[in-house]
Nanobody, 115 residues
């Protein structure tokens, strides 16, 4: 199994920045990719950014140029640097890992961007 713990959410004004962290533990050797997803009230959960074990990244069009996903293998942690935040970025952000042992999700962290 893989355990994921997110941190770093909060309240920020439009144009501000936040950095989310996702610390992985357990069978981390089995992970092929990790990513950030978000779900706003009344909306479906959507992919924000993904990074593979090889370092390849993919972003939703709505966050390209503003968000950056990165990883620190020594700390088993994935980060999401969010800049130029907009009210429409308000959501619960979830960390996800995908690998040989299956699909795991963190508990989520709230990001609220005030206008």
């Amino acid at each position: 199994q893989v355990q994921l713990v997110e941190s770093g959410g909060g309240l920020v004004q439009t144009g501000g920045s936040l950095r989310l962290s996702c610390a992985a533990s357990g069978s981390i050797f089995s992970i092929n990719a990790m990513g950030w997803y978000r779900q706003a009230p009344g909306e479906q959960r959507e992919m924000v950014a993904v990074i593979t074990s090889g370092g390849s990244t993919n972003y939703a069009d709505s966050v390209k140029g503003r968000f950056t996903i990165s990883r620190d293998n020594a700390k088993n942690t994935v980060y999401l640097q969010m800049n130029s935040l907009k009210p429409e970025d308000t959501a619960v952000y979830y960390c996800r890992s995908v690998g040989r042992l299956g699909d795991y999700w963190g508990q989520g962290t709230q990001v609220t961007v005030s206008s």
